[in-house]
């Protein structure tokens, strides 16, 4: 029982608390801060090699090329790759910035809470960030290990048939990635978490009760005093108002699912989707919100020179359009935008952003700086010699080439020959 803040009686044997139980919430919230960090850096490992291969690799000539000569195209030239693709990428940073921006919520709470030493356990400030802390982590949680999830399996159907070789090293790195949809909390369950503390929190602002401060509160006050206004936003002009569109569809389900709960007295059983749904783009807007928050950091700008900053704007963009122009009827129905405007994001915005960052996608992923034995792939190697590799692989570091399987089934010898040295 090494734990500060709980114990066992030594006379009674009783289970006893001691200051405030949501403290324990602290360690849950630095794993799962964590987890969406490692969440950018496991997609990222798959887009790099996806897009490192896919650069090699070439098929088919364009048609609509005026140069017959041209030759074959890169497999990353294609609209419908990039697509698959450069979402990931762009997902990759996303997760990562939010993870980091957590993390360092995390430590400016924990500071918060220690200001008074022993006595930290009756600090209402900090106990009251740490609640909001905790259900966003939640939501970010089962949000980015199910974006990392699902793009490795993009990235590897993307690499074709080698894609789904042991060479290319998506598939082990997809096979050890998939169990964090689950551990430290089913990513379902923790949905429901975030769901609850939304509702909380909407019924909190309802009733013109004294909140605490943090975002959360923030963007649900926002939402009802520009409810009776309308809210479209300048969503393909202006970065602000994307966050705010995100901010505002967030707020939009809160109320709208805690209508359904209180006002038409539903289960809790038949709001279980609504909750997934609301936990869902909670945690997107937050995505969107450190993504962008990161950039418009002063000490980014000072960091990164004005062209760098220029791409990783576009695609601070492209992840963001992306994720409305798959979530289009739910922005559609909170008033954040037209139709018109989803429809733009659709067949010319996300396409037009594609074509901009298509030259730097290589210089992108090889910014993460992957070294070769961790990648362990014959498709994502730094230095291109993609088949070279995948036929040393196969012709000379395979073992089994030292072998000879006797192929008669009946026969009681299983080799015929082993050349290999043994290791006994």
């Excluded at 040393?392 to 290999?420: C, G, H, Q, W």
């Amino acid at each position: 029982m090494l734990a500060r803040f709980s114990r066992i009686d030594p006379e009674t044997n009783n289970y006893v608390r001691q200051g405030s139980p949501s403290l324990v919430y602290g360690t849950l919230v630095y794993v799962r801060s964590m987890i969406v960090m490692h969440a950018g850096r496991a997609l990222a490992r798959g887009a790099t090699i996806a897009i490192r291969y896919c650069s090699i690799r070439r098929q088919f000539q364009d048609q609509d090329s005026s140069n017959s000569g041209s030759g074959e195209n890169p497999v990353l030239n294609y609209m419908n790759v990039q697509y698959r693709l450069l979402n990931c990428l762009a997902a990759s940073y996303a997760l990562h910035f939010t993870g980091r921006v957590t993390m360092q919520l995390y430590r400016d709470n924990q500071n918060e809470m220690n200001k008074d030493g022993d006595k930290a356990t009756t600090n209402k400030s900090g106990i009251d960030l740490l609640a909001d802390i905790h259900a966003t982590s939640c939501g970010l949680k089962a949000l980015a290990s199910s974006i990392a999830a699902e793009g490795l399996e993009t990235c590897r159907r993307a690499c074709g048939g080698h894609g789904y070789s042991s060479f290319s090293g998506i598939g082990p790195w997809y096979a050890d990635y998939l169990p964090s949809r689950t551990f430290d909390g089913e990513n379902d369950i923790l949905g429901q978490q975030v769901a609850r503390y939304l509702l909380k929190s909407a019924r909190i602002v309802l009733n013109g009760e004294d909140t605490a401060p943090n975002d959360t509160a923030r963007i649900l006050k926002q939402f009802l005093s520009s409810q009776e206004t309308g809210a479209t936003f300048d969503i393909l002009g202006n970065d602000a108002d994307i966050v705010s569109a995100y901010a505002y569809r967030a707020s939009f389900l809160t109320f709208e699912v805690l209508n359904r709960q209180d006002e038409h007295n539903l289960a809790r059983n038949d709001l279980l989707v609504d909750f997934d749904r609301l936990s869902k783009a909670h945690s997107q807007y937050l995505v969107v919100k450190n993504f962008f928050a990161t950039l418009d950091d002063p000490c980014t700008k000072e960091t990164l020179n004005t062209d760098t900053l220029e791409i990783m704007r576009k695609l601070f963009r492209l992840y963001a359009l992306h994720t409305v122009e798959q979530e289009g009827a739910e922005f559609f129905a909170a008033s954040t935008c037209t139709s018109h405007q989803i429809s733009l994001i659709r067949t010319n915005r996300v396409m037009s952003l594609m074509k901009e960052i298509r030259p730097h996608a290589v210089r992108l992923v090889d910014a993460w700086a992957f070294p070769d034995w961790q990648l362990d792939s014959s498709l994502g190697r730094f230095d291109g010699h993609v088949y070279e590799d995948l036929f040393l692989r196969a012709s000379e570091m395979n073992p089994l080439n030292d072998v000879t399987i006797d192929p008669y089934p009946n026969s009681p010898v299983l080799y015929r020959k082993d050349t290999k040295t043994s290791k006994l």
